[in-house]
C-alpha cells in the first residue's frame, strides 16, 4: 500500500474517531472540523499511548511498527502545529 493512501486512510479515520466523541458529547460537528484542533485536545494521551508503544510498555512492537510509530508523530506534529513543543516531552526513549 502505497503511503499516500495509509495517510487518506488514517486521516478519514481520526474524522470518524471525531465525530464519534463530538456526538457522544452531544455537540455538532460542522463540516469544516478541524482534526488539528481535535488531535490538540487529545495530544497528552496520544503521546502517552506512542511513548508507550515505543518502549514496549505493553507488548513487544516490532522494529518495522517502531518506525511507523515515530514516522506517525511527525505527522501528528504537523497537524498539531507549534503547540507540539509543549506536550513533546512527554515521549520517552
Avoid: C, W, Y
Avoid at 40 to 69: C, F
Amino acid at each position: 500500500m502505497r503511503q499516500v493512501d495509509v495517510d487518506n486512510q488514517a486521516m478519514a479515520a481520526l474524522k470518524k474517531v471525531e465525530q464519534t466523541i463530538a456526538r457522544k458529547a452531544l455537540s455538532r460537528v460542522s463540516q469544516k472540523s478541524e482534526v488539528g484542533t481535535f488531535l490538540k485536545q487529545h495530544a497528552p494521551g496520544i503521546m502517552t499511548h506512542l511513548s508507550d508503544l515505543l518502549q514496549d510498555v505493553h507488548t513487544k512492537a516490532s522494529l518495522s511498527h517502531k518506525r511507523a510509530i515515530l514516522r506517525s508523530l511527525g505527522v501528528l506534529a504537523t497537524h498539531i502545529g507549534r503547540s507540539v513543543s509543549n506536550i513533546a516531552p512527554q515521549v520517552r526513549f
